[in-house]
């Protein structure tokens, strides 16, 4: 905290106070991945779109690659005191504060990006910001999607069944539901900090991550990883969340315009994913790297291997976990019929 105080004070005294008075509100947003991130991009076109709109009212800083916090519970923490305004957190970051809100990495939840969409747009979004708010937290401003699908990936040996995985060691964050996860499907579940992966592939400290593929090859670890098992386990749901109190400091028409803001953020962080992992799959076969395609009795025994999750889960939060669990399968479901119903209609 106290760098980023630091950091602060000599951007106001860099940048001058002209325009900090020329504003009404200034908003600093942090995400922790780099500017080649689909997170950087959208940011940009939340500050395009609110300073535009608000005629300069609303100023919007862009602060990537961890420049003013280093990792998920300083960068809550500093957006609950007010110092930073909105922060861009995956599950696991907003799990340090909220760890039942690990039921959206449950796995084999959600089928394909048409249904994640549905349901992370859907009610089941304000079902979880007003979940957040009741226990003082931030505001869940939207949800969007940082990296797409988990799958499995090592160093090894192409796996077709959880009994392939039986002795290897796969990194996992440091969540007891990904760990978990990891031991269901028979292999060793290992918690290595994300600036390390590289080099514990490299050193056979790890055999595999479960990570999308922009990240797989953004990151470089298909210089050792060289399979991967599209089993999707986890679709990598991302939350920007802003403070409250600067939420409720806005006007009405300002609160419009920052609304509609992340709203052309989100198509752009569900968008741009898509784009690069076509370029990434590419890169990742030219190094070598094979892919493979879980047929669906494939797929089955991963969900069935998976399965205890859920009573792992219900068992670890109680009847909170539980509501928020059946909010979710509903949100799921319904999800599913609008969309059943929208190609009905178009066959």
């Not at 942090?30 to 500050?47: C, I």
């Not at 100023?59 to 005191?81: F, K, M």
């Not at 900090?193 to 479960?210: M, N, Q, R």
Request: aromatic letters at 8%.
């Amino acid at each position: 905290m106290k760098r980023l105080l630091v950091i602060l004070i000599a951007c106001f005294f860099v940048f001058g106070v002209t325009s900090v008075y020329a504003a009404d509100h200034t908003l600093r947003v942090v995400h922790l991945s780099n500017t080649n991130d689909e997170d950087y991009d959208g940011a940009l076109v939340f500050k395009d779109y609110v300073e535009a709109r608000s005629n300069g009212k609303v100023v919007v800083e862009v602060y990537p690659g961890a420049q003013l916090c280093g990792n998920a519970a300083e960068c809550y923490e500093a957006t609950q005191s007010n110092i930073i305004q909105i922060h861009q957190m995956t599950i696991g970051g907003i799990s340090v504060a909220f760890p039942e809100l690990q039921v959206l990495d449950l796995p084999y939840m959600m089928d394909n990006d048409a249904v994640a969409e549905e349901v992370l747009t859907g009610p089941f979004l304000n079902t979880l910001r007003q979940h957040v708010l009741k226990k003082g937290g931030p505001r869940i401003m939207t949800m969007t999607n940082t990296g797409g699908w988990r799958n499995i990936a090592n160093t090894k040996k192409q796996i077709q069944s959880p009994a392939d995985m039986n002795g290897l060691r796969i990194r996992t964050i440091n969540s007891p539901l990904q760990q978990t996860l990891v031991k269901n499907l028979g292999a060793s579940a290992t918690p290595v900090a994300w600036p390390e992966v590289y080099t514990s592939l490299a050193t056979g400290v790890i055999d595999g991550s479960k990570n999308g593929i922009t990240d797989i090859v953004g990151m470089k670890f298909h210089e050792h990883i060289k399979y991967i098992t599209l089993d999707g386990h986890a679709y990598m749901a991302s939350l920007w969340i802003m403070s409250e109190d600067t939420y409720q400091a806005l006007d009405d028409e300002q609160k419009r315009i920052v609304n509609d803001g992340f709203s052309s953020l989100r198509q752009v962080c569900f968008a741009f994913p898509k784009r690069r992992a076509i370029e990434a799959y590419e890169e990742f076969k030219k190094a070598g790297g094979a892919i493979y395609v879980p047929t669906a009795e494939e797929k089955d025994a991963f969900r069935e291997a998976a399965a205890p999750l859920k009573q792992w889960y219900t068992d670890k939060y109680g009847a909170e976990g539980a509501e928020l669990l059946k909010a979710y399968e509903a949100a799921i479901a319904e999800a599913e019929a609008k969309l059943a119903e929208e190609l009905k209609a178009n066959m």
